[in-house]
Structures are given as C-alpha cells and as structure tokens.
C-alpha cells in the first residue's frame, strides 16, 4: 500500500558537468600562468612568488581534479550504486580543500626559514608576474563565476582562482615595497599573508564537503517546516522516519514514512502525486520516496525516527 514513489530521479546532467567546457579553459589559463610564476620566482628569488606559483599549481591540480570528479560523476547508475558516481564532485572538493592546507603548511615552514636567513628578492620581477597572473586569475574569475553558483565542486575552482587572484595582488605590492625600500622580509611577510588568505576558503570548502558527506539536512532546508506542510494536507495523520540530505551539487532527497487516513489510502496515486508537488514547489526537492501508510502500521516497523 502506497510503496515508494519518485519524481525527478535521473540527473543526467550534474551541476558541473554543466560547467565542464568552462573549468577546461580555466585549466588552461592556470597552466600558462603557473609556468611563468615558477621560471619568474626563480628569477626573482621570491618567496611570495613561490608561494604564489605553487598556490597556482595546487590550484590547477584542483581544477583538473574537479573536471576528473565531473566525468566520474557522469557515469550511469547501477544496481550496486543506485546514484551512479555523483558523489565523485563532493569528494573532489574535500581534497582540494586538504591539498590547500598542505599548500598554507609548505609556506609557513619556507617562511620561517626565509625570517631567519633573508634571501637577495627582485622586487621588478615579483611585480612583472605576479602582474601577468593577476590578470589571467581575473579571466578565469568571469569564466566560473555564473558555474560556482549551481556547483560546490566548480565553487572550490571558483574560490581557488579567486585566493590566488589575492595572493597576486599581495606579491604585487610586496614586489613594489621590496623595489623601493629593498628590505627583503617583505616578500616572506606578503608569503605568510597568502597563507592566511587561503586558510579560512579551504575550510569554508571542507566544512561544505563534509556537511553533504554526512548526508546532513540540506542547507537553507528546515525539516520542521517541511513536516508541517505535509500535514497539512488533510488526508495526512502523521509524518515519521523525515529524513531529507543531498547527493551531489544541487541534488537534494528526500524520504518519509506519510501516515495517511485509511478511507484515503484507495487513491494512492493521487496523494503521492499531491504530495511530491508540494515538496517541488515549495522546499524544491525534486526527487522523494514517500511511503504512504495507514494508522498503525509504524508500530510493525521496528527502529523509527520521529
């Protein structure tokens, strides 16, 4: 009586695979701009630009690990992995996060080294290519910022580039201070001020990954609310076993045991139907497993969740 019934189950475009075109050209931006920071802080003998250079690597490291997770998720559901590999996109993302630790981890060290015994530092150079990648960062920018929006694995692309734009911006006028002044120091100082801008995006990044890998309650969603609507259809009794997480990027489910009046249990097909319309349009859950039972019927169900 009234067994599961889904709207909207096949996705067979994710968020990022909307936006792969987009995260190919960004690769190729990122490639060009980390070769010349890594030929130009060897030039210049900077840390900054070496931190920034490989801030760029990691971040072109990201971008192809984000288009690897896209054709991943792609990949066709089967009966061992009812979802298909979508999954893959979040994953991406909490490694990018760690990856962008491990980066702010490398510069801190190299930092303190530099504090103790102070390197001979270009300042033109450091201002030359920090310039030349601030540009590209700011192309690649408008390229995934419409993608960021639908997508947390194109987001943490997005939120890369951007820390790495900043970081330019830093070696820019590190590079024009050390250039007048001459005072070396100032390019380990504007390293450790990268560091600190990556930090706080790479755990706003995990944080994110890690509140879907836990199938936690979608953000911006309130089960509370979403109970009380159900009820109020009239033929609802009782809502138990709410349970609501999200797959992937811009896919949230749902399931729900609905305790349904018996007199209206003889049309199940127009209650799901009623109630999958609701959910749609009103908490945009496009895909849901209703379970519609008459009163009683929990009581034969073993373990429940109010």
């Given at each position: 009586?009234?067994?599961?019934?889904?709207?909207?189950?096949?996705?067979?475009?994710?968020?990022?695979?909307?936006?792969?075109?987009?995260?190919?050209?960004?690769?190729?931006?990122?490639?060009?701009?980390?070769?010349?920071?890594?030929?130009?802080?060897?030039?210049?003998?900077?840390?900054?630009?070496?931190?920034?250079?490989?801030?760029?690597?990691?971040?072109?490291?990201?971008?192809?690990?984000?288009?690897?997770?896209?054709?991943?998720?792609?990949?066709?559901?089967?009966?061992?992995?009812?979802?298909?590999?979508?999954?893959?996109?979040?994953?991406?993302?909490?490694?990018?996060?760690?990856?962008?630790?491990?980066?702010?981890?490398?510069?801190?060290?190299?930092?303190?080294?530099?504090?103790?015994?102070?390197?001979?530092?270009?300042?033109?150079?450091?201002?030359?290519?920090?310039?030349?990648?601030?540009?590209?960062?700011?192309?690649?920018?408008?390229?995934?910022?419409?993608?960021?929006?639908?997508?947390?694995?194109?987001?943490?692309?997005?939120?890369?580039?951007?820390?790495?734009?900043?970081?330019?911006?830093?070696?820019?006028?590190?590079?024009?201070?050390?250039?007048?002044?001459?005072?070396?120091?100032?390019?380990?100082?504007?390293?450790?001020?990268?560091?600190?801008?990556?930090?706080?995006?790479?755990?706003?990044?995990?944080?994110?990954?890690?509140?879907?890998?836990?199938?936690?309650?979608?953000?911006?969603?309130?089960?509370?609310?979403?109970?009380?609507?159900?009820?109020?259809?009239?033929?609802?009794?009782?809502?138990?076993?709410?349970?609501?997480?999200?797959?992937?990027?811009?896919?949230?489910?749902?399931?729900?045991?609905?305790?349904?009046?018996?007199?209206?249990?003889?049309?199940?097909?127009?209650?799901?139907?009623?109630?999958?319309?609701?959910?749609?349009?009103?908490?945009?859950?496009?895909?849901?497993?209703?379970?519609?039972?008459?009163?009683?019927?929990?009581?034969h169900e073993g373990a429940r969740h109010d």
């Amino acid at each position: 009586m009234g067994a599961g019934h889904g709207h909207g189950h096949g996705h067979a475009i994710t968020a990022g695979a909307a936006n792969s075109r987009r995260l190919v050209l960004v690769l190729a931006m990122m490639v060009a701009v980390a070769a010349v920071q890594v030929v130009g802080a060897a030039y210049s003998g900077s840390l900054a630009l070496l931190a920034d250079a490989g801030h760029t690597v990691t971040d072109s490291f990201g971008v192809a690990l984000a288009l690897a997770a896209v054709w991943i998720a792609s990949r066709p559901a089967t009966s061992r992995r009812t979802f298909g590999y979508q999954r893959a996109e979040i994953l991406a993302a909490a490694v990018n996060a760690l990856v962008l630790f491990l980066l702010c981890g490398f510069i801190v060290v190299e930092a303190v080294d530099r504090l103790r015994s102070p390197a001979e530092v270009s300042g033109a150079g450091m201002v030359a290519v920090a310039a030349f990648g601030l540009v590209a960062n700011i192309a690649a920018l408008f390229v995934l910022r419409s993608g960021a929006k639908d997508s947390l694995n194109v987001k943490g692309a997005y939120l890369e580039v951007m820390s790495d734009a900043l970081a330019s911006v830093g070696v820019i006028v590190g590079g024009i201070a050390v250039w007048l002044t001459g005072w070396g120091r100032i390019d380990t100082l504007v390293s450790l001020g990268i560091a600190a801008i990556i930090v706080p995006r790479a755990w706003s990044l995990l944080r994110e990954a890690v509140h879907i890998l836990l199938e936690a309650t979608p953000e911006g969603m309130d089960l509370s609310e979403v109970r009380d609507h159900l009820l109020g259809h009239p033929a609802v009794l009782d809502v138990h076993d709410l349970h609501a997480w999200t797959i992937t990027s811009g896919v949230p489910v749902m399931s729900a045991h609905v305790v349904v009046a018996e007199e209206h249990l003889r049309d199940t097909g127009r209650m799901l139907d009623e109630l999958h319309s609701c959910l749609t349009g009103h908490f945009d859950v496009e895909h849901s497993t209703l379970q519609l039972e008459p009163p009683g019927h929990a009581d034969h169900e073993g373990a429940r969740h109010d």
